[in-house]
């Protein structure tokens, strides 16, 4: 007992039984899943086995589809129940940032974008023109942004190219220092230059933020976690270290899987 | 007889040819003619309209003087109350029904599902389906005693009244095309800011409005044109009299409600007849100009 409560303290988020609904479609089976802190862990798996529910369960932005989405089971982020009644969701995104597939920054200025979280979870105090401007460039050097956009910062920033979007979609969520960022295959929609640029800012961030992102590229599943989970129709298959599960995989399935032998 | 002996008549023109031509040329001719009819309705107004301007017209007494006296001898053809008129209560209307409009637009397009949603924007088409001398009529008989009973005025005909419902009638259209504005706003955005951790009203607020404020401002320019171009409702409700207003409660008269009430009674050709037809350029090109401003600012959206 004293044990899982050790153990429980190093867990970054702790997903126990969750099943979900979409109306009367089930697209989660009795989920587990444990991450690390400041561990990055892969989500892999065959087209709708349900790794973006999952990732959307951990911040609650699936309740955006109201009583038509229905979720059992608990998840634990930072050993606080997410699920529970009293859970606010502004505060668990705080906590929780979220990287999509497709960049989306806000139709505002580059500098706006960083600030929007910054901007909406401040409390009370009063920054000024030059703390703001600091924050705006910590944020934009952390994902060696700065440099491209410090002469642009009032450019609109849905006129950034793709993969500036998608680092300013990191850098944005910066500020409010998250412990968990979810990435739901942020390079999908990158060439191949930008996604090894991405990569490599994804593994910097490693150990400052825990990392749980979606991935249907087993290259980059393999460059760039340190633990890799394996869905299959809704259900957790198999999770391991990286390395373990690609070369000594348990379940045949996933042994199936990573052999190209789904699609 | 084998396959490759048949004939085959590839140029025939069956029954669907001269059906598709047909209804291709109907429709041509209805377009067609559409325009015909505007620019016809325009050469005639400015054809009236210029007999004025370049004959009897005097530009600075026109514009700055606030009598309209077609009728006395001498007459004086002076607009500025009618301007008055038609300004003052236009403005109120606007005052009324921007925020009443985008708060419905807002409360349509972003809170409300499912069959709230649908009853909501059927009842708006609905108000949008009144006709306009109802309007006038609920100006007379409803808002004019209970104007007269609530602040105590002689009468209750007036910038007031006249607002109210005029705003109450730019209010359909405006709720309208305000929703498609926020409607057009794509959702990754909202997604995007609430999983920043943003409230209903912060998504609202920071990211939906600023990103449609360009079809919001198309929304209010065209519920302007509504409210300018109205006849009517305005005759039956401003009172009608000329007047430079200092107050609410007075009587104006509006420039397309003189045209209505007037255009009968001047002798066709005459000095009055025709001073009406320059109101109407006056009217035409105002709105023509607003319209055309709205047009920009929805098609300003594209760049930047
Ligand atoms: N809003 C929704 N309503 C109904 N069913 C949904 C909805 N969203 C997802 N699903 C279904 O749930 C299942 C899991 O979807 P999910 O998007 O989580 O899959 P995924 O693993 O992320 O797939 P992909 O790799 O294609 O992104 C799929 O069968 C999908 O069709
Ligand atoms: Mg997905």
Known sequence: MADA????????????????????????????????????????????????????????INERLGSYVRTTGSIHVLQHDVLAEDV???????????????????????????????????????????????????????????????????????????????KLCIARLLPVKPSVILMDEPTSALDPAATEALEELIWELRGDY?????????????????????????????????????????????????????? | MTNIDRTVDLDRRGRDWYIDKAVSWLVFVGGASAIVLILGIFAFVTKEGLGFILGPMNFVEFFTNPAWRPTSRPPTYGILALMAGTASVTGLAMLISVPFSLGAAIYIGEFATGKVRETLKVLVELLAAIPSVVWGFIGLSIMNPLIIRVFNVPLGLGILNSGIILGLMAAPIMTTIAEDALKAVPDSYREAAEAMGASRWQVILKVVLPAAKHGLMAAVLLGVGRGFG???????????????????????????????????????????????????????????????????????????
């Not at chain 1, 600030?115 to 705006?136: C, M, N, P, S, W």
């Not at chain 2, 409600?257 to 050709?269: K, Y």
């Open chain 1, 210 to 263: 825990t990392i749980l992102i979606v991935t249907h590229n087993m290259a980059q599943a393999r460059r760039a976690s340190e633990e890799t989970a394996f869905m299959l129709l809704g259900r957790m298959v198999e999770h391991g270290p990286t390395e373990e599960l690609f070369l000594r995989p348990h379940d045949q399935q996933t042994a199936d899987y990573i052999e190209g032998r789904y699609g």
């Open chain 2, 230 to 304: 109205e006849t009517m409702a305005v005759l039956m409700s401003s009172g009608h009299s000329i007047n430079l207003p200092t107050s609410p409660f007075d009587s104006v008269r509006a420039l397309t409600a003189t045209i209505a009430a007037e255009l009968g009674e001047a002798p066709g050709g005459s000095d009055h007849f025709r001073a009406l037809f320059t109101i109407g350029i006056l009217l035409f090109l105002v709105t023509f100009a607003i319209n055309l401003t709205a047009d920009i600012v929805v098609r300003g959206k594209g760049k930047r």
């Open chain 1, 88 to 166: 606010e969701p502004a505060r668990l995104r705080k906590e929780v940032g979220m990287v999509f597939q497709r960049p989306n920054p806000l139709p505002l200025s580059v500098r706006d974008n960083v600030l929007f979280a910054h901007k909406l979870h401040r409390t009370g105090q009063r920054y000024t023109r030059a703390q703001e401007d600091g924050i705006v460039e910590e944020a934009l050097s952390t994902v060696l942004l700065w440099d491209e956009v410090k002469d642009d910062l009032d450019r609109k920033a849905t006129t950034l190219s793709l993969e500036a979007q998608q």
């Open chain 1, 5 to 60: 409560t050790t153990a429980a303290k190093d867990l970054a988020i702790d997903v126990r039984g969750v099943s979900l609904w979409y109306g009367t479609f089930q697209a989660l089976y009795e989920v587990n899943l444990e991450v690390k802190r400041g561990s990055i862990t892969a989500l892999i798996g065959p087209s709708g086995c349900g790794k973006s529910t999952l990732l959307r369960s951990v911040n609650r």
